[in-house]
Nanobody
Framework: QVHLVESGGGLVQAGGSLRLSCVAS????????MGWYRRVSGEERELVAD???????NYADSAKGRFTISRDNTKNTVYLQMNSLKPEDTALYYC?????????????WGQGIQVTVSS
């Protein structure tokens, strides 16, 4: 199985910054993408940003220009630098890994880490 360990969340004032980290370990074969999703209470989980094994990044419209995703493939680690944070960024953030082994594709999730932005 795959283990995803998230860190870097917490409480920050509006306009501040946080950097989330996610370290993947376990049965890692061929990574298609790693990324971050978030869920606000009462709403559906949504993609914030992800990055392919080749380095192509995708962002939610709300994250563009403020957030930057990066990865270190040698460490199976993905980062999310969040700048100019807004109260509406408050959510539970989940690390996600998509991989394949043989002909099988697998998705793994972290347990979630809280980000709270005060006004």
């Amino acid at each position: 199985q795959v283990h995803l360990v998230e860190s870097g969340g917490g409480l920050v004032q509006a306009g501040g910054s946080l950097r989330l980290s996610c370290v993947a370990s376990g049965s890692i074969f061929s990574v298609d993408a790693m990324g971050w999703y978030r869920r606000v209470s009462g709403e559906e989980r949504e993609l914030v940003a992800d990055i392919s094994g080749g380095g192509a990044a995708n962002y939610a419209d709300s994250a563009k220009g403020r957030f930057t995703i990066s990865r270190d493939n040698t460490k199976n680690t993905v980062y999310l630098q969040m700048n100019s944070l807004k109260p509406e960024d408050t959510a539970l953030y989940y690390c996600n890994l998509k991989q394949r082994y043989g002909l099988v594709r697998q998705t793994s999730w972290g347990q979630g880490i809280q980000v709270t932005v005060s006004s």
